[in-house]
């Protein structure tokens, strides 16, 4: 089944175009207000968009192009929306609430309860059903929630960062029955989450400012991010440019050494970027004397703890048009360095671990 959509809403500065192949799972990541939840209430009919269309499987869900407008009603789109809180029936058993689909497709009451044991089963969670919402902890909630909106055979399952309500003992649980659940399935789920889309995910759009950004195989763009907000996610960080012979040149002139990727075959003057992680950043007071490549002075903006690392971020004329770069050292040598946020110093990046690729 492949789903298609074109839609554009004016008011929230929303147009995107999002495709699904059969059985794929896509991760929606982008800031706050990018239009990550815009997105599934367009697709899922909660919100009516000025133009576009989409369908499921050749199957309209609404065309507002041309002359005869269509639309369906959201319970007749084959869709099926899990919010960050599960929103039972509180009136209902656990039972109830997952039989509550198939019930309503006409299958009997024992047919019913029968699909509803088996998805209870498939998300660790038979144990309670014939306990009431009240009576179950977030997690627990939420795994009836996926067995409620499967039990409901959704063509297309929209998930809305399911595990953010949950707290860090609960959402591991939850994430082992997506993985399963969401195996060979047609599911979109917005994430902040790098591991879900890792886990979850055969394909990442990244989103902001209503428009997509970037998109691609998750690990390619997790590994090989162009966008900034993608190179934050993965921890890396990211220099635009353009690409020469060693490197890539910033608009402001300086020259980023780094590893040319064989496979990205990027070419000299295409528009390229320079990844590197915080630990590839060493922090120095002075001048550096040896190779000139990749040290720039920068004034510390921040620092914070990162692991057993201490976090250095700082801004200067070659840290890229974000403003921002950050390095990862030791407590002890930002100690030694006596390193406070508004103090000039260089950062030196080594280029062996700069990766250089096209944007
Ligand atoms: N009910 C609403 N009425 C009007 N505008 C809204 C409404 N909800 C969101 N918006 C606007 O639409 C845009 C997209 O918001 P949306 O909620 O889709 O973002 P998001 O990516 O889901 O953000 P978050 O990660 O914070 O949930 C934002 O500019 C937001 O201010």
Not at 31 to 51: C, E, F, Y
Not at 90 to 108: D, Q, T, Y
Request: proline share 6%; aromatic share 4%.
């Amino acid at each position: 089944m492949t789903f298609e959509l074109e839609a554009s809403l004016r008011s929230r500065n929303f147009d995107m175009s999002i495709k699904l192949s059969d059985g794929e799972t896509l991760a929606i990541l982008g800031p706050n207000g990018a239009g990550k939840s815009t997105l599934l209430g367009v697709i899922s009919g909660l919100l009516r968009p000025d133009s576009g269309r989409a369908q499921i499987g050749g199957r309209q869900l609404f065309d507002l192009d041309g002359g005869n407008h269509r639309w369906s009603a959201p319970h007749l789109r084959g869709t099926a929306l899990l919010a960050q809180e599960a929103l039972l029936f509180p009136h209902l058993s656990v039972l109830e609430n997952v039989a509550f689909g198939p019930r309503s497709k006409g299958a009997s009451k024992a047919a019913a309860g029968e699909t509803a044991r088996l998805w209870l089963t498939e998300v660790e969670a038979i144990h309670l059903e014939s306990r009431k919402p009240a009576e179950l902890s977030g997690g627990q909630a939420q795994r009836v929630a996926v067995a409620r909106a499967l039990a409901a055979e959704p063509e297309l399952l929209l998930l809305d960062e399911p595990m953010s309500a949950l707290d860090i003992h609960a959402a591991p649980l939850l994430r082992r029955v997506l993985k399963r659940v969401l195996a060979g399935r047609n599911a979109i789920i917005v994430t902040h989450d790098v591991l879900d889309a890792y886990m979850l995910a055969d394909r990442v759009v990244v989103v902001e400012n209503g428009r997509i950004s970037e998109e691609g195989p998750t690990r390619q763009v997790l590994e090989r991010p162009r966008s900034h907000f993608a190179a934050g996610l993965a921890g890396l960080n990211l220099v635009s440019g353009m690409i020469t012979e060693q490197g890539i040149t910033t608009p402001d002139g300086r020259l980023f050494a780094g590893q040319h990727d064989p496979e990205w075959s990027p070419a000299p003057g295409q528009e390229g970027v320079a990844a590197f992680p915080p630990s590839a950043v060493s922090v120095f007071l002075g001048d550096v004397h040896g190779s000139p490549r990749n040290s720039f002075p920068v004034t510390i903006r921040d620092l914070e703890p990162h692991g057993d690392q201490i976090r250095v971020r700082a801004a200067g004329s070659g840290t890229g048009e974000r403003g921002t770069l950050s390095a990862d050292i030791t407590p002890a040598a930002s100690a030694d360095l006596g390193l406070v946020p508004g103090m000039n110093v260089r950062f030196v990046v080594k280029s062996a671990l700069v990766s250089i690729y096209p944007a």
